[in-house]
């Protein structure tokens, strides 16, 4: 092999970028080596099988969607903002999920979950195939990166962020590796990816940077702006694609209102900075999340160590892209799993070129791999990884919650034929809306970026955070119950202070309030043990 990498041109000829490190390893591809890794992969990353709050919000909407045979422009599930506005660059995830749901149930979205799971390593071992590194050492990263990938690959939207971003990492990876590759594919990628979640921007971001770098480099190399105007093009048509939404540029506007809600960062934990929310699960004593943290910034320092030993890789451009990553998961940590996929590529390629060097320093003759694991190796690996499947439950018709959900009250409100506004807990909002009939209405819910506005969602966190304004809340608006936790919640002892309420439900969970002037209120309260407490579960 000679000296250089081949690094991309649009169409025709290619450009020579010299390393100091040049690779003499032979290419190899886990699909080669033993496709029984990257399914074991695969399982682990998807191993994680837990409802999320806004999972019956996702899959009611796009149902909702899907019986008027429109989409719903303005809300209809809250009393607090009816008729708002409503910017749901989600659509087409909730869509889908809802038609998956209709066929096939609960194993249809664990399918899904599974589809997308596979799509994001799949597309990360592809990338990892053009840099020459060693299968050990592509396995070795590749299941490193599945464990905090599995933390956050849940039911929601986002799980179609992971596979379209390594989707498209997989792309710029091949060309920058190889000198050539179907960079017209990112136009129709953003063009979907932005009717599916507003990711698509972290998408534009990774393909902006690798441009940018791109032509710094060939600018200061004196190398022509041939490769640079053909990736400016590419660029500018991905953007342009992405405003092909039924909300065109109110698809941007959702997705930086998100960015810059002050609300974000205090009081959804997803925003958190990484050191933040590693603190958090390290008191909650969630020893899963800081497992998964603490890989993910071994990953990270992984990265740096073995760049700053071997910096002429030739791939300053995907070192940048992970860098911007990795900065913006220390911002927010619902951005780690991006961090994680745009790190396994440049991590194998410079690994490799660490190990190579160690090898030459110690006079050691070069490594041969073999053409193939043994087959009866790769078919003990698919058989534990197939069970392993099995026992976290695909093909489950019911989804454990990680956290409460009011399932008595809302039990209990149906069995009596109860309905009204409810000001539910956040968490719960869309958990209400999936339960409830038309006829009832939430406060908030987990669309708070997309239609709620600030006034309503001030008005809520001082209500939950127990302040002594907070009980204004239940005398500026219509509510006709409230239902929140209990013992040490601040929004608990806040009503319990307040006139005009009277407790018809209690379990573990949850406390039902209704005014003491309704007819719910004539009702003979009740309390539930803790061992009569419904389980949380999706549906």
Known sequence: MSASWRVGAPAGGSINVETAAPSRLKRVSLFHYSPALIFIAIVVADSTRLADPDLWGHVRFGQDVLAQRRLIFYDQYSYSAPGHLWLNHEWLTEVLMAAIYNAFGTVGLNLMKFACSAATIIFLALAMAETESPARVQFAILIAASVPLA?????????????????????????????????????????????????????????????????????????????????????????????????GVGTWQAVIHALQNPH?????????????SLLLHWRQGRVAGVAGKILALAMFAALGVTFIQTPRGGDIALISIAALMIAAAFLAVRNLPLAVIATVTPLARHTALVLEARRERLGLPMAHAKERSPTINQLMVAVAAFELLILTGLFSKKMAASDPYPAGAISYMKEHHLSGNILADFQWGEYVIWHMPPASKVFIDGRYDTVYPSKVIDDYLAFTHGEVVGKEILVNYPHDFVLVGQKNDPAYKLVIAQPGWKQIYRDDSCVLFARDTSAAAKLAPITVSVKDTPENSFP
């Not at 921007?201 to 200061?220: E, K, P, S, W």
Request: proline content about 5%; aromatic content about 10%; glycine content about 6%.
């Open 151 to 247: 933390m956050h690959l849940q039911f929601r939207p986002q799980i179609l962020t992971f596979a379209l971003m390594s989707s498209l990492l997989a792309i710029l990876s091949r060309y920058n590796y190889r000198g050539r590759a179907p960079m017209w594919l990112a136009i129709p990628i953003l063009a979907v990816w932005a009717n599916l979640h507003g990711g698509f921007i972290m998408g534009l971001a990774a393909l902006g940077t690798f441009t940018a770098v791109v032509f710094a480099q060939d600018l200061v190399l004196g190398r022509g702006m041939r490769r640079a105007m053909w990736l400016l093009a590419i660029t500018a048509a991905s953007t342009i694609a992405t405003l092909a939404t039924p909300y």
């Open 264 to 276: 974000t960062r205090t009081a959804i934990v997803d925003w958190l900075s990484l050191p933040d």
